[in-house]
């Protein structure tokens, strides 16, 4: 019995898997089998009763209207984001700076894999189990922009390098480097190495002669590869109004610049210069030797971004479009201007500003209630009834993806294909 629910289940979902687009390489065994176990949980728990004509998951979404999906969905206008996609790299053009995507955002080897075919030079990551998920899924150049600091995590971070030559590591203490190149040197390996540059008292090494003593300290060491720096700003992203945000931008770059300018000046080969994000993306030309942006956001958007307003426009930031949504479903209307829907902190998160509803300008949606959605408003555009669907712009996409296990690929308003999120909850 166990056998008949699990395997039709386990079938379905590598076919879903091979709908996404070219990844048919891409899905390394293990992984796909850890994907797909989960599948058959359900079916193995005790007292289940889940029969051979209920399926876990649908038979087939695959050619689906999106608004016939069950809520809460998370999803993707694929040509949305294949004009994001595109953008970037135009706003870039003719500054020589380069793109590498940042995957916290959506954390699917799939879509990273998009961008890579879009020109991106490689991929950023925060944590090393998102790292191993990229590289174990087709993602040959990838760059973690977090340090590892535990001694497993570093064997671990080691063994990872040894198997995938394109795997760059950060430090920001002489004591994580020497730790780095003994668990190296263990390995047989050299291991690239970049300097995390403290920018925001965050993370990262101070500016100035720290930054240039450990630079050297990395470059002297036998198993470890200096390759060059991070400078991430991630505190000027998010500031309202273009003209401040690069006020902003160039204040903090000047300790940043003197300090690459110091290392060059040293005979250290900085190879990699890199920082910046989707709100700073194109403030970045004229600061020497910057080689490339970790923009994230710019594939999805949110809220919290459009309201930043961007170059020719204070009042909104429309440098990319927004794609990504989360279809919600009226459950309860018993009050007047007042809808409650299914999609909860468990579906949008609770940054602010809140999710926009498509369509309805005048509706304030609250998401705090862990399960249930709050919408008030003084006019609808229409009447609403249980049932009926909501469309909204998610409060901040990176915490929201990683609420669910897959995105729904939207061509012309029906499902073309589907997206594992391989890394969601690889937060290690």
């Known amino acids: 019995m166990i056998e008949s629910i699990v395997i039709p289940t386990i079938i379905n979902i590598f076919n879903l898997c091979k709908t996404t687009n070219n990844m048919k390489n891409h899905f390394n065994r293990r992984k796909f089998l850890q994907y797909s176990g989960m599948a058959g949980t359900a079916a193995l728990l005790p007292g289940n009763a889940i029969s051979k004509s209920e399926p876990l998951f649908p038979e087939n979404e695959i050619g689906l209207s999106k608004f016939e999906l069950e809520t809460p969905s998370l999803c ?67 760059l973690m922009t977090g340090v590892n600091i535990s001694s497993s995590k570093i064997r671990k971070a080691m063994q990872l390098r040894k198997r995938h030559s394109g795997f760059i590591q950060a430090v920001d203490n002489k004591q994580n480097a020497r730790d780095l190149q003994d668990a190296a040197k263990e390995a047989g390996i ?28 990395v470059d002297q060491l036998s198993n470890l590869r ?34 690459y300018e110091s290392m060059i000046q040293s005979g250290l080969n900085v190879e990699i210069f890199s920082g910046a994000g989707t709100g700073t993306y194109n403030m970045m030309g004229d600061v020497p030797g910057f080689t490339d942006v970790q923009v994230g956001s710019y594939l999805f958007m949110d809220t919290q971004y459009m309201v930043i307003g961007s170059k020719g426009n204070e009042n909104l930031y429309d440098d990319f479009d927004p794609s990504l949504t989360v279809l919600a479903t009226v459950i309860n209307n018993n009050h007047p201007n007042r809808l409650i829907t299914d999609s909860g902190a468990k579906s949008l998160s ?36 249980t049932g009926d669907l909501l469309e909204i712009i998610v409060p901040h996409c990176d915490p929201v993806v990683n609420l669910y296990d897959r995105i729904y690929g939207i061509r012309k308003g029906k499902v073309e294909s589907i997206l594992p999120i391989m890394a969601r909850g690889h937060s290690r």
Not at 195 to 201: G, H, K, P
Not at 362 to 381: L, M, Q
Request: net charge neutral; with cysteine.
């Open 350 to 385: 609770i940054n602010k500003p809140s999710g926009m509803v498509i369509g309805e300008p005048g509706f304030s949606y609250n998401a705090g209630s862990d399960e249930y959605g709050t919408v008030t408003f003084e006019k609808a555009n229409r009447a609403y009834k």
């Open 76 to 142: 993707l206008d694929l040509d949305i984001m294949e004009s994001n996609l595109k953008k970037v790299h135009e706003n870039l053009q003719g500054t020589g700076i380069g793109v590498r995507p940042h995957t916290k955002t959506h954390k699917c080897p799939a879509i990273a894999k998009m961008q890579m075919d879009a020109g991106a030079i490689g991929i950023c990551t925060a944590k090393l189990s998102e790292s191993q998920v990229m590289l174990e899924n087709g993602i040959s150049e990838v």
């Open 190 to 217: 050299i291991a690239d190495v970049v300097v995390d540059l403290d920018v925001i008292r965050r993370s990262g090494v101070p500016t100035g002669l720290p930054a240039l003593e450990l630079a050297q300290l």
């Open 226 to 259: 200096f390759k060059g720096i991070l400078a991430y700003d991630g505190g000027a992203q998010h500031i309202k109004g273009y003209q401040k945000r690069l006020e902003r931008t160039v204040q903090t770059f000047e300790p940043v610049s003197a300090t």
